[in-house]
């Protein structure tokens, strides 16, 4: 049963990697000709980046994933010293004033998409050498809120507030299922609301961005844009769609198409029964997710679980969410399919982990 769990979670990933490739070269070959002259521009690079993700999730499945648990602080200083670096001007790179970005050549690394695949490590090894000692306040709760916070400090520095709620959430929730007392974690929680209704309201374009969410009609043309071209695309597709490659929202008017929209594209190209599809092998993944939580053999391995399985799922929701007008804006990609180095990269890191871990249960 052990390997029809495996076949079953790699068989999910194939299908929902297969999608991405298709969508990635049919909601962008036209805006990759409209500016590099090559219709296959964003097609050839995610390959590529397919590429080094089968590369390092063999890797992540010849060791045993347990031996994370001794590189987890190293893993963690060196996601550190590498939100800190990207800071840095001439270092890191600008795009539409954040700075969230590692220049090599033809690829960009996003620090923040290793950090929380190392947060997450390290979390977990906390709470499996933690025991009972977790349900302190002082010596179970303090320490891994305080790294989460200066994890956050410095993702919000560059700035990316849509990464920080879903990496807080991924870790608040994976305390709480370790034994942290509730009334910890709803302190914590109404504590920073005042703060997050700072950021939120004291920047123009996440101000307008909740705005739009509330009432995209408010300023079509401008901050509503992305959210009322995204329902349009879903809502022109019907139950089947217009055809794959026929998108017309695609032709310049809904932005970002290949990368946070491609749900959008997908629902105009196939239909509710494309996004039905999708949103169902989602739920088959994190279904298997769940059956290897709760099956793994140690509470290293548990937690570890978790916490990716929760990363993976909550990127999904929240991407989904956004192109149905459910979310507010938020540059968050969808997991195995969107186009997106880094992302899509670490989203088949943290499989190759789910699969060994897996390896070491034993399934009913």
């Known amino acids: 049963m052990v390997r029809k769990m495996r076949i079953n979670l790699v068989t999910i990933s194939v299908v929902l990697i297969c999608i991405g490739i298709v969508m990635i070269y049919s909601s962008s070959s036209i805006y990759a000709w409209e500016r590099y002259q090559d219709s296959f521009y964003f ?11 089968l590369l390092l999730t063999f890797l992540s499945l010849l060791i045993d994933y347990r031996e994370l648990k001794a590189y987890a602080r190293p893993l963690f200083w060196i996601s550190f010293f590498l939100l800190a670096l990207v800071l840095i001007p001439g270092l890191g790179r600008e795009v539409s004033g954040a700075r969230r970005w590692f220049r090599f050549k033809f690829i960009s690394f996003q620090p923040s998409e290793f950090a929380n695949l190392a947060l997450i490590i390290y979390i977990a090894d906390f709470i ?3 025991g009972d000692k977790i ?5 179970g709760f303090i320490p891994p809120v305080s790294v989460l916070g200066a994890i956050c400090i410095l993702i919000l520095l560059q700035p990316d507030l849509g990464t920080i709620i879903a990496l807080a959430s991924v870790v608040l929730i994976m305390l709480f299922v370790a034994g942290v ?9 109404l504590c920073s609301l005042p703060a997050i209704y700072f950021l939120v309201f004291s920047v123009p374009y996440r101000r307008a961005r909740i705005l739009a969410f509330l009432n995209p009609w408010l300023d079509p043309k401008g901050s509503g844009f992305q959210i009322i071209q995204s329902q349009v695309a879903i809502g022109s597709g019907g139950l089947f769609g217009v055809g794959l490659g026929h998108s017309k929202q695609k032709l310049f008017y809904l932005p970002a198409a290949h990368t946070d929209f491609i749900f959008s594209i997908i629902g ?26 709760k099956n793994a053999q140690d509470k290293f391995g548990y937690f570890l679980a978790l916490g990716l399985v929760l990363m993976i799922s909550l990127k999904a929701i929240i991407n989904i969410g956004v192109s149905c007008g459910v979310f507010p804006t938020k540059g968050l990609p969808l997991p195995f399919i969107s186009y997106g180095g880094s992302s899509f990269i670490f989203d ?9 871990i897996a390896r070491t249960g034993e399934y009913p």
């Open 348 to 356: 088949m890191v943290s499989l190759g982990i789910l699969i060994n």
């Open 43 to 53: 097609l050839k690079r995610h390959l590529s980046f397919l590429g080094i993700g």
């Open 268 to 293: 105009e190209e196939l239909g509710l029964l494309g996004t039905l599809g999708v949103i169902v092998l989602f739920m088959i993944f994190i279904k298997l997710g769940l059956k290897i939580i």
């Open 135 to 139: 349900r302190s306040l002082l010596k």
């Open 181 to 189: 007392r509730g009334r910890y974690i709803l302190s914590l929680i």
């Open 128 to 130: 499996s050498r933690k």
